[in-house]
């Protein structure tokens, strides 16, 4: 199966320049995907692109990856009702080697293999530019008519925020990166969301106008949560690859917390499963519900490819002690056991006051609960647990012979959220 077929069939492929297929057929083809290096990790949203390099990589092709420390300086209008912050050249930086360090555990960067992965930072060919060396050079390619066509800035200059002249120009350095890649790695394809397709196609007009040459593009979707909310996001924020920001048992928990609908579509997407092996996993799944294996291979799948083996164990091990025996008693956890779970908040309370304080007033000097009026309703539809015993009880008085160990809480908010506190 070629590259476009493979990517087609998994839900990967919206826009398409014509012409592309046959380039990917005809000969080993570079390509790039731009990285925007707003932080020190990448997050899921940024899987989708490194999975494109990985699949272009285990095709034959040679993938790049663009850090855009240059474009990071500059902002992009695209999707955004608001002009983003800019960031230091020193963020910058850092957030550029994070990136990297993160790249280099999903694609082959070895130089002796003829497709070896290569990363490029835009910075390193604008930073001696000058502005009217790059207008010479650059603006008099693009017209302003071509650049006002874009969705992108039509969105912006309809809206009340209005667009910078510091953000229009971005599709312009965005289409130079294309052709500067084109003329200097021979770079014939650009790779992103489908809300870059406006700037991916500026870069092919930029090759075509300037060089003289053809280059190729196509875009993926979007990612989309069934129920409508927001794809890589929890309560907690970002669903980060650094598991410093996010540990193993809380991304896994991501992926298995799925929705049937959510799995069968991210399962095609997120994992390297043949066809064949993931329409038998949803006929099974159609047929016992219950029993998840689809969320529970999607959820294995990409924890071990984004943290390994080992930490696709630790966050089944964090599972099985918080999960997997409810019914026994919380004095079976080990002082260690508490202390080394991933993926549960942490967070303190004063031990004089403890016997002194209810239920509820405790619930919500802890910040588990924002209010003491959610705390007592959420106490009384049942989703309460302290110390794996459900709280039916909203007059209930702590006390310390309810600490474990002498000094510790596991209280559980429905049925996803844990959190340990710490009396002392």
Not at 191 to 196: E, F, L, N, T, V
Not at 319 to 344: P, R, V
Not at 360 to 371: D, E, R, V
Request: aromatic fraction near 10%; charge should be neutral.
């Amino acid at each position: 199966m070629n590259l476009i077929e493979e990517l087609r069939w998994r839900g990967l492929i919206q826009d398409i320049m014509p012409g592309t297929a046959e380039q990917l057929n005809k000969e080993m083809t570079s390509g790039y995907i731009g990285f925007d290096p707003t932080a020190d990790s990448l997050h899921i949203g940024s899987l989708v692109p490194i999975l494109l390099l990985v699949h272009m990589q285990r095709a034959g092709h040679k993938p790049y990856a663009l850090v855009g420390g240059a474009t990071g300086m500059v902002g992009d209008p695209t999707g955004k009702s608001e002009e983003r912050n800019l960031l230091s050249a020193d963020v910058l930086e850092k957030n550029q080697a994070g990136v990297k360090k993160q790249l280099a555990k999903f694609l082959d960067f070895d130089p002796a293999k003829p497709n070896a992965a290569v990363m490029v930072n835009n910075y390193d060919w604008f930073k001696n530019m000058g502005f009217l060396e790059f207008i010479r050079d650059a603006g008099k390619h693009i017209t302003v008519n071509y650049m006002m066509a874009k969705d992108s800035v039509k969105k912006r200059l309809q809206g009340d925020a209005g667009l910078s002249f510091t953000e229009f120009t971005y599709q312009l350095i965005q289409g130079y990166d294309f052709y500067w890649l084109y003329t200097n790695m021979n770079c014939k394809l650009q790779m992103g969301g489908s809300d870059q397709w406006g700037n991916i196609t500026t870069g092919t007009e930029f090759i075509r106008r300037k060089a003289g040459g053809e280059a190729f593009a196509f875009t993926c979707p979007l990612m989309t949560k069934a129920d409508g909310g927001k794809f890589g996001k929890t309560e907690k924020g970002n669903v980060w690859l650094d598991p410093e920001k996010t540990t193993p048992y809380q991304f896994y928990q991501f992926w298995f917390n799925a929705s049937d609908d959510d799995a069968k579509k991210w399962i095609k997407i997120f994992t390297f499963l043949k066809e064949d092996e993931i329409n038998t996993l949803i006929e099974a799944n159609d047929s016992d519900p219950a029993a998840r294996l689809l969320q529970k291979t999607l959820a294995k799948e990409i924890t071990t490819f984004v943290h390994g083996e080992d930490g696709y164990l630790s966050a089944m091990e964090t599972t099985q002690k918080i999960f997997a025996n409810k019914s026994a008693d919380a004095d079976s956890l080990s002082e260690q056991d508490l202390e080394e779970m991933e993926g549960i908040v942490k967070c303190s309370f004063d031990k004089n006051a403890l016997e002194t304080t209810d239920i509820i007033s405790f619930l919500a000097a802890t910040n588990i609960f924002p209010s003491k009026g959610e705390a007592r309703k959420t106490v009384q539809n049942g989703g309460v647990s302290i110390n794996r015993k459900k709280v039916e009880d909203i007059q209930q008085k702590m006390t310390l012979s309810m600490l474990l160990h002498g000094r510790y809480l596991l209280v559980q908010k429905g049925k996803k959220n844990f959190y340990l506190v710490t009396v002392a």
